[in-house]
């Protein structure tokens, strides 16, 4: 049964990664490859952003880097440590290029997503502001797509957080801190978290974010840089697992195009999230100038999940711990790769990082969450999705969660088709909001 399941999923998932990858491709070629054209701007209204004067709209905005940061916190998590690894262990070295097509596609997808998210955002009488793919999916689709993907996503991302709070269990259970003890304190901590609403979520994720994005890139960077000779001969592996059909690293490792593409495509589009909308969502509380602002400047999260995923995958390779069969096919991987150039404290270094990774991508979905549920429940019930999140966060703290992971991963289905057909029809018919001499 578990079997058939496998193949099953493998199956949607190759199948809904190729139906982002050609969404991605029309948005490229219409918007005239933005994510290349506005890689300057993009920095630039970084800067800005973090600089200029403060100014405070309503009590449910953010600086435009804030919202950043938290659209960020949910996309680079623990997956971005695991998802190269795993993919290069079952696709081959080459699965490296799915994740840098994934990064350059997804940009752009990103960039029309999020700048459609702060057009049709929506202000409620209460003064707070409802936003994400179901304000702009109705705007083309019918309203029965905008609740689907409200459902489907609430329910992925609650399932998502326990997976999350779940990984971070099973790091700390070895070194003496019991499941429900980690599962009460992230139970509190996220639910005082999300009770101060999107400034309290947005002021967490501007402390958190730079922190571990710094910390894991300056660990992989100096394992690279110890092995930059080998960085060509490298390069090379990668190109020729994904291109010569034929099993160049032994009996029965036969890696091709195939192999590395479905691993490859499938786990950088769900590592940064472009496609199925879940960034847009605190983006569309920014008190960005313009929605074409905040749509460039999205496009950083992307390129930053694919530059962590590329550091974690080319650290395996360049260490060849990749092909050490005792390790599993995950995180130790990476483990082994740490510890032979920092030790014992390598370990601490992806403990560490692995925490906050975990810690941030819990908050960042269990945010996102609440959005979807206020949507499907019309505004009404938030308390009771508190409750429901912070039970949800202890339970996965403490019990195995895979299978219902790998149930819910069907719900990528009603997330990403009606995403990406809304984004693709809006591009046609508001073009005009994606011209990018809007900037100011």
Known sequence: MFFTLNKTLDVILLAISLFILSGTIILTFKTRFVQFRMIPEMFKLLFQSFFKKKKQFTTDTIPAYKALFTAMSTSIGIGNIVSPIIAIKLGGPGALLGFLLAAIFGSASTFVEVTFALKYRKENLDGTISGGPMQYIKQVLPQSFSMLYAYAGFLTLVVWSSNQANA??????????????????????????????????????????????????????????????????????????????????????????????????????????????????????????????????????????????????????????????????????????????????????????ALLFAFGTIVGNSYNGSQCFLYATQNQGLKYYYIFIALIIFIGSISEVETLAKITDLCLIPLAIPNVLGIILLAFKRYDLLKTNQIN
């Open 168 to 353: 971070l269990s099973d790091l700390l259970k070895p070194r003496g801190i019991p499941g429900y003890i980690t599962g009460i304190i992230l139970a509190i901590t996220i639910t005082y978290i999300l009770l101060g609403g999107i400034q309290r979520v947005g002021n967490f994720s501007a402390r958190l974010v730079p922190v571990m994005f710094l910390l894991y890139c300056f660990a992989t960077l100096w394992i690279i840089i110890f092995n930059i000779e080998k960085l060509p001969s490298t390069i090379n592996l990668i190109f020729r697992s994904a291109f010569t059909p034929k099993a160049i690293f032994g009996a029965g490792t036969a890696f091709g195009f195939h192999t590395a593409f479905r691993w490859g495509l499938a786990k950088g589009f769900f590592a940064n999230e472009a496609g199925l909308g879940f960034p847009t969502i605190p983006h569309s509380m920014s008190q960005s100038k313009t929605p074409i602002n905040q749509g460039i400047l999205s496009m950083l999260s992307v390129y930053s999940n694919g530059f962590l995923c590329l550091l974690s995958g080319l650290t395996v390779l360049l260490t060849d711990t990749w092909l050490n069969s005792n390790l599993g096919i995950g995180i130790n991987i990476l483990a082994q790769s740490l510890k032979l150039y920092f030790g014992s404290i390598g370990i601490i270094i992806l403990m560490l990082s």
